[in-house]
Each structure stands twice: as C-alpha cells, then as structure tokens.
C-alpha cells in the first residue's frame, strides 16, 4: 500500500505540474480579453487590491493584475523560444559527437566543456549589454548559452544507442549514418530531449527574470522579471506594498514548479531506473 500510495502522489505531482501550467498558458493567451483593464494605462497610483484592482495598482496607476496577465506572456515566449534553440542546439550538437566519435567528437566536446566552466550568468550579463534591452536578445543570449548541458546528456545517450544491435545490423545492411541516425538514434532519445527542454523552459524563465530585473530587458515590455524590477526601483519592496512584487515572484515560482514536476515526470518514464527508486 505504501508503494502504491508513492506512486499515486507521483502521479498527481505530475496532473498538477501540467494542470498549472495549461493555467499559465491559457492566462498568456487570452490576456486581451480576460484582463480588467488596459495594463499601460495611467491612473491612480499605489491603491490597495479591490474589486476595481484586483492587485492594485503601481507607482504610475497601471493595473497590477492585467500586467501579471500580460507579463504572462512574453515570461512563457522567452521561455519556450530560448529552450527550443538550446535544446535544438545541444541535440545536434550531442547526436554528432555520439555518434561519429573521433576527432569531431574531440573537437565538439572541447567545446562544450569550455562553456561548460564559464560563469553563465555573468556571461549572459556581459553579451545582454552588448546586445542591448530587448526580448528578443534575451532570448538568443539564453538559447545560445544553455545548450552543453544537453548536448553532454545525449551525447551519453548516443554513445550507448550506437553499440546496440539494431544500429550495428542497420549499419552492416548499408545504411548511411544519416538514416540510422534519423530511424534508430533520433527516435530513441526524445524522451530525455523532451525532459531536457521542459527543465530548460524553466532555466531560461528564471534567467530572463533575472536579466530583467537587473535591467537588461526591454523596459516597455510587460515581463513578470521587469514587475520585479519596478518594483524595486521604485518602493514597492520598502513601502511593504506585497501586492505589488509578491504575484509576479509567486507566478515565476509556481511555473517553474509546475515545469520541474512535468521534467521529472517525463524523465521516470524514460529512466526505468528512477521509477524503481520512486517505488521504494
């Protein structure tokens, strides 16, 4: 029955990582029309939540809640977008070296490892402010910074794929390495990349928060990580005015759960190994 039980709250970890963050997305999309009031619109500043503001307001009158809703946005966008090129990125880049091996595989490595010891943080500070304030920036500096740890995970895969005796019969049939990389290899580590790129949603959400709040995103875009910002800048954390900073660090909290539990989740289907370990 204990096993059974553990299993069971395993399960419903996972509905409510997913259930949340459909939640998320939906808030994201239907932020036109779900949204009280115009978010860059001026008005009375600092009122306290009420039925008109449901979070209040900040420092200029601009509805709390119908930010939250539109910040929603460009979070997920980054997110989404930065974890697709990374993971996209670490995926080619582990699939050849795994799979060639040799002096590529020397030489892609030595790459990975490189940036693998530097400061990613300090890194993505430096090239945001060369690249200046924008979303898109955020973005390409994320996505193109965070791919070594995926390309080291499927690169390990790959090793292990490429000795088993489907690939060596393929191979000894005539099949070149493109086909078997695309029939056999490919197929065989989707469940790690689609663990790798949920988990990496939730890096580049915390990273774009961070950037933001150091003032290196866009600063007319409505972001859960330039809320914060604001925030800070301008008293809101001082003042004790939580309904101001607290949703937007709760939100940016609760989706990255809602992501890890759903990584997790992913990674226990595809590692028999680690249900086993849950079972106990």
């Known amino acids: 029955m204990a096993r059974l039980r553990q299993v069971m709250q395993g399960n419903k970890a996972r509905w409510a990582g997913i259930a949340m963050l459909v939640l998320f997305i939906l808030c994201a999309m239907l932020a036109p029309w779900i949204a009280p009031l115009d978010p860059w619109e001026f008005g009375p500043a600092f009122l306290r939540p009420s039925t008109t503001n449901l979070l209040g307001t900040n420092d200029v009158g601009q509805d709390i809640f119908s930010e939250l809703l539109y910040g929603a946005r460009n979070s997920l966008l980054v997110g989404f977008a930065a974890a697709l090129l990374s993971v996209s990125l670490g ?67 790959v090793l292990s794929i490429r000795e088993s005796g489907y690939v060596e019969s393929a191979r000894a049939l005539g099949a070149s390495d493109l086909w078997i990389m695309r029939r056999h290899v ?36 409505k972001s859960w990580g330039m809320m914060l910002r604001y925030a800070f800048l301008r008293g809101g954390f001082v003042g004790g005015l939580w309904w101001w ?18 990584s997790f989740s992913i990674e226990e289907k595809s590692d028999p190994r680690l249900k086993r370990v849950l079972e106990r």
């Open 91 to 157: 995926a080619i880049v582990g699939l050849v070296a795994g799979f060639r091996k040799g002096i590529l595989d020397d030489l892609l490595m030595g790459a990975t490892d490189v940036f693998l010891v530097m400061p990613m943080l300090p890194l993505a500070i430096l090239v945001s402010v060369y690249l200046g304030p924008s979303i898109w920036n955020l973005t390409l500096v994320i996505g193109l910074l965070w791919w070594p740890s995926t390309a080291r995970v499927i690169r390990s895969q």
């Open 186 to 221: 490919l197929p065989n580590v989707v469940p790690l990349l689609m663990a790798k790129f949920v988990l990496t949603v939730a890096v580049a959400m915390l990273m774009e928060a961070s950037l933001s709040f150091l003032g290196l995103g866009d600063p007319i875009a």
């Open 245 to 262: 900073y607290a949703p937007p660090g709760l939100a940016i909290g609760l989706c990255i759960l809602s992501l890890t539990l759903i």
